[in-house]
């Protein structure tokens, strides 16, 4: 369907897609900080360093681009070859190969001064949000996605790896070069984790069913994670049960525990929702989102009907391992507000991956699985008669 305009289009590039705003945006939301320092400050505090010492800067510039290079050379020299397909082994070995570079050159100075780590961190969240065109045939809503995939780490989940480590410095509980973060994984978590705490100086073990694909142990390494692979048998249960032990037999080491954790949901209400009401000036009727851990739905949800109590929240599930709608018991987030949700829709794997094909070929937007599976559902609510010139909103 013809979708009229909620806010100026912004056409600077030739776009299949209409954007709600403009991808590029200076970092203005707030975290439990105060707020991020902006870039341009940043800038200004490197050049008035730059003016002052100009001679050390040249030389440590020069110093760095020469341990740069080197190791860009070491990784393209051992990952060149690799085919993870047909040698598993090799991929391990890659991926402790990177995360030596890193730790050495964390050593080194040339990882992150203290500007350039918060300079990094600005990156999380403002994410834009566009129409979806061509996947919504038949559809009588509107249904706008917010890209979550150009976060830092390709998804959601790096809100809440940063949100999480720093409410527990906040409290006290932890500190860069004194703990040692724990956590159980088998998703985008693990990385969004990994990702802040490299920035940020902490050591991670990530616990992990063996069955987990080769790829993600791989980043989770190059991050310079430490990877403790359990019984896949016992699927996420093994995993968590093996974090709860290191906990216990480690010094300092502290586990977010991400499906209880009030931060997880804390992020989402204080930025994601905000994001969303702002990107669609209070013009969204409808939000949609997978479950998971609760944070997503939860915290968005809460904010969005904390500013309409007639926008409707529609949770998404797995239809194999449907817990919220009833069909199959199981565990259910401490952090997921059930009452919260209006409706619980239920997609299969297959419905999933075959969105998230059609998103890549059609729409030109490469997703993972969880948000083909939202986007399945936002398209199946946008058909239904009653939701008609109405706004569907879902990260994705």
Known sequence: MAVSGLLPHFHSFPSTHHLLRPAIRPPKFSFANGGFPSILAVNAEAKAKAKAKPKAKAKAKAKTKTAVTATATSVFEDTHTVNIAEDVTQGEQMGKQASNIANVSLVSGVRCSFSHMFALLTLIGRTPMIYLNKVTQGCVANIAA?????????????????????????????????????????????????????????????????????????????????????????????????????????????????????????????????????????????FVAGIGTGGTVTGTGRYLKMMNRDIKVVGVEPADRSVISGDNPGYVPSILDVKLLDEVLKITNDEAVEMARKLALEEGLLVGISSGAAAAAAVSIAKRPENAGKLIAEPI
Not at 216 to 239: C, H, N, S, Y
Request: charge should be negative; include cysteine; glycine fraction near 8%.
């Open 146 to 286: 917010k890209l979550e995939s150009m976060e830092p780490c390709r998804s959601v989940k790096d809100r809440i790896g940063y949100s999480m480590i720093l409410d527990a410095e906040e409290s006290g509980a932890i500190s860069p070069g004194r703990s040692i973060l724990v956590e159980p994984t088998s998703g985008n978590t693990g990385l969004g984790i990994a990702f802040v705490a490299a920035a940020k100086g902490y050591k991670l073990i990530a616990t992990m069913p063996a069955s987990m694909d080769i790829e993600r142990r791989i980043l989770l390494r190059v991050f310079g994670a430490e990877i403790v692979l359990t019984d896949p048998m016992k699927g996420m249960k093994g995993a968590i049960d093996k974090a709860e032990d290191i906990v216990q037999s480690k010094p300092n080491a502290y586990m977010f525990q991400q499906f209880d954790n009030i931060a997880n949901t804390k992020i989402h209400f204080d930025t994601t929702g905000p994001e969303i009401w702002e990107d669609t000036v209070g013009s969204v009727d409808i």
